[in-house]
Each structure stands twice: as structure tokens, then as C-alpha cells.
């Protein structure tokens, strides 16, 4: 039931096209630019794992592991039902599921370690996130759990915090052991932004993590692996690279996380976490987030997830942020250069603040780099063709500057952070 009165209706859509299926109806794509012709996509990805021997889990022997930690103050526990109902429905959070415990409304009744208390008063926290009062409770009681959320909600903490305790926890690992915990992420720069916070929170645990993904050398991150780490925050082909060659082993995973799910599918990564959840034991935690809930997502809790919680915060329907001024200007092809010379004026007139372009394709982000750079601004670029190495410098150099110029294609749309302030333009 519905913890605001409403009716359960995540399995409301069972029909449509199912997130399994076959794997290939997901991988086909029209392109409207070809004469709308019908294209195979992704053809690389789909292949990716073919070589990884399949588990049959119901022929293992499976070690019992312990997955509810749940010990937070008195006054979580004795919390009234009308004091929840009061903070939910006030800061628009919607909860579906059985058995939902109480939110956790103030750091200091979490039941954290203090050594995390005092990191996030370190870091300037004030009182949890909105998904992180309500996720805390649900990811410390071993639930599986579903967090829809807008990008900047703070999740990231809403499930490494939960990570760290689920580690600390379970028995140490052997010569040969995989991570205790993975959490797959889109992008490079997203996995590497995760990976600070574990920095940050498990150091003086003794946790160690690493970051796998494509665009950079394997043999650092190959030998982190064989070390062994408890913590993989890994993008989907590379982690499987390392699986197929079997520099490591999912067989300890019993905490996992599958952050910006709606953007790994859109991404194309369907049959990789696939054949990654395959490699885990079926009775593993999964924790799943995601800034939407299309019918797709919704198909992949229903198959990976068992008796799961779902968190709205906010919205359901896809909505532009409140929080940020947009205005749309409609003008053909020709004219943008023209314009976007006259919006950049305009922007570096009223203040030094810094200025993003979103640009479609690879060739444009070079071509508009050039372009500026020759009307004397100061301007780079990043995509997928530049190494990782060019991409973060350019990426931390834009963070440190107090103005500047970045053209980039949606490769830096989630990996910028909240602290980057300034003008986004879209081309």
C-alpha cells in the first residue's frame, strides 16, 4: 500500500515490450537523418560477454550473509505513523511497499558509525536529503529497494553510506575474492565522482575501492582488482572485460547498486547488466535509482529486485527544474552561430561566470570550439573520441576557473557536480 493512502500500482504496466526480450528490439533505433531507414545499433554491446560462463546458482552453495543493520535511535523506532504521513506528504514523497520502516529525519539518530558523523559535518551537511531520510532506513534494513529521485538529490550517499556498514559487516576477503559491493554507473566521470565519496567514508574504515571503465589504461585498475577491493564502481562493458578475462569474480557481490538506471538504457547497456547480474548471487541486495520511471525501468525491478520499496521524490512526470531559469529560443540552422555569438556577449557582459554548450555530435563540439576560440574567447572541448587523461583535465581545469567556456556533448551532462554554476546553452 501506499504509505500517503494510495494504492500500490507498480505492476500496473505489465504489457509492452519486456527489458529482457530477446535483447534485440531494445538495440533498433530509426534513423530519421537516413531516409527513416531502420538501423541496428549497439552491435559491440550486444557482444560484449558472450564469452562469460553462465553460473547456475541453484547447483551453488551459497554462505548465509547478513544484510539488516538497522539500529538507529529511539526516536526513529517510536516515530508515530502521523509524524511519517506528516513529513511525507509535506516534502511530496510517495512510498509503495510492505513493511516500510521509519525515515531518518536528523543525522544524529542514524546510527551511524561517529567517524561518518563527524565526515559529513565535516563536509557542511545540515539534516539528510529527502531521499536519504527515507532510503537510509530501507538500504540499512537489507530491503531492495527502487529511488526515484532528480539528479542532485543526494542518492550517492543515500547507498554508499549503507555500502559501508553492509562491508563492515560481512567476513573479510580471501586471496581471490571479488568486491563485496559494485554500483554500475553511465559514465566515467559519474563512477569517478562516486568514487570520491567512498574515498571520503571508507578510508577510515579500511575499505578499499577502485574505478573501472573504458577510455584508460586496464593494468591500474586490472591490479587493484586482483589486490582486491570491496568496493567496484564500474561502467558496464569495461567491468565485463574484466570478468570475461577473469581478473575478478562477481561471486561475493551482496550489495549492489545500479545508479542512473534510466541512463544506462538509454545508453544502450541493456544486455551487459544482463550478463553482469548474472554473474551475482540471486539473493543479493539491490539498491536501483533513477531521475525517471519509464516502463523499462519498471520491468527491470520487477525481474531483479524482490518485494521492493519505491521512493518518488517529487514528480513522476518528467518536468524541467524549478530551480534553474530556462528560456528556449526556436531559429533555423544558419542563424544559431549568429545567435549563440550574441548570447555569449550577453553572458560575459552581466558577470564572469562560466558557460556550457551542449552540442549533438563530436564534429560540432570542435567545429564551435574553433570557432569561439577565434572570436577571442577563451574555450574548450570534450567527448568520447578525447582520451580520459585531455577529458579531465579539461573537466577539472573548468571546475577550478571562475569563467570560462565548455562545449561538450552529453558525455559531461551528469559528470560536472552541483558546484558548477553559471549559463548552459543547447545547439
Known amino acids: 500500500m501506499n504509505r500517503r493512502g494510495g494504492r500500490d500500482n507498480r505492476s500496473a504496466e505489465r504489457s509492452g515490450r519486456s527489458f529482457g526480450g530477446g535483447g534485440a528490439s531494445s538495440l533498433i533505433r530509426r534513423n530519421e537523418r537516413n531516409g527513416g531507414r531502420v538501423e541496428k545499433r549497439f552491435d559491440r554491446m550486444e557482444r560484449n560477454g558472450e564469452n562469460l560462463r553462465s553460473i547456475r546458482w541453484d547447483q551453488e552453495t551459497l554462505e548465509v550473509f547478513q544484510k539488516n543493520f538497522f539500529q538507529p535511535a529511539s526516536s526513529v523506532l517510536n516515530r508515530s505513523r502521523a509524524e511519517v504521513n506528516q513529513y511525507l506528504d509535506k516534502n511530496e514523497i510517495t ?11 536528523h543525522f544524529h539518530e542514524s546510527g551511524f558509525p561517529q567517524f561518518m558523523l563527524d565526515e559529513i559535518a565535516r563536509q557542511g551537511f545540515k539534516e539528510p536529503t529527502f531521499i536519504q531520510a527515507v532510503g537510509w532506513s530501507i538500504a540499512m534494513s537489507g530491503r531492495d529497494m527502487v529511488g526515484i529521485a532528480k539528479t542532485g538529490s543526494g542518492k550517492t550517499l543515500a547507498y554508499i553510506l549503507p555500502a559501508l556498514v553492509h562491508i563492515s559487516n560481512q567476513p573479510r576477503l580471501a586471496r581471490g575474492d571479488g568486491p563485496i559491493a559494485l554500483v554500475l554507473a553511465p559514465t566515467r566521470e559519474l563512477a569517478q565522482q562516486i568514487q570520491q565519496v567512498c574515498e571520503d567514508f571508507g578510508r577510515r574504515m579500511g575499505v578499499h575501492n577502485t574505478c573501472v571503465f573504458g577510455g584508460a589504461s586496464k593494468y591500474p585498475q586490472a591490479d587493484d582488482l586482483r589486490r582486491g577491493v570491496e568496493i567496484v564502481i564500474a561502467t558496464p562493458g569495461r567491468l565485463i ?25 538509454d545508453m544502450g547497456f541493456e544486455p551487459q547488466i544482463r550478463k553482469i547480474i548474472s554473474q551475482i548471487r540471486p539473493d543479493r541486495q539491490v539498491l536501483m535509482w533513477s531521475a525517471t520511471w519509464p516502463k523499462e525501468i519498471r520491468k527491470l525491478a520487477e525481474e531483479f529486485l524482490r518485494d521492493y520499496i519505491q521512493i518518488n521524490i517529487g514528480s513522476l512526470n518528467l518536468a524541467a527544474n524549478e530551480n534553474i531559469l530556462q528560456i528556449i529560443e526556436c531559429c533555423e540552422e544558419y542563424e544559431k552561430e549568429t545567435r549563440l555569438f550574441k548570447l555569449l556577449q550577453h553572458i560575459s557582459a552581466q558577470s564572469d561566470g562560466k558557460t556550457i554548450i551542449f552540442v549533438e555530435t563530436k564534429r560540432k563540439v570542435d567545429k564551435i570550439v ?39 556533448t552529453d558525455v559531461a551532462s551528469r559528470g560536472l557536480g552541483r558546484s558548477i554554476r553559471g549559463c548552459f546553452v543547447c545547439s
Request: overall charge positive.
Open 95 to 105: 512510498v509503495y511497499g510492505k513493511n516500510v520502516p521509519s525515515p531518518i529525519l
Open 370 to 408: 574553433n570557432v569561439i576560440r577565434r572570436q577571442g574567447w577563451r574555450a574548450d572541448g570534450i567527448h568520447g573520441d578525447k582520451s580520459q587523461k585531455d577529458r579531465d583535465y579539461v573537466l577539472n581545469t573548468f571546475r577550478r576557473s571562475t569563467s570560462g567556456i565548455l562545449v561538450a
Open 241 to 265: 572485460d574484466f570478468l570475461e578475462r577473469e581478473t575478478t569474480n562477481l561471486r561475493r557481490i551482496t550489495y549492489l547498486v545500479l545508479d542512473e538506471a534510466d541512463r544506462m538504457l
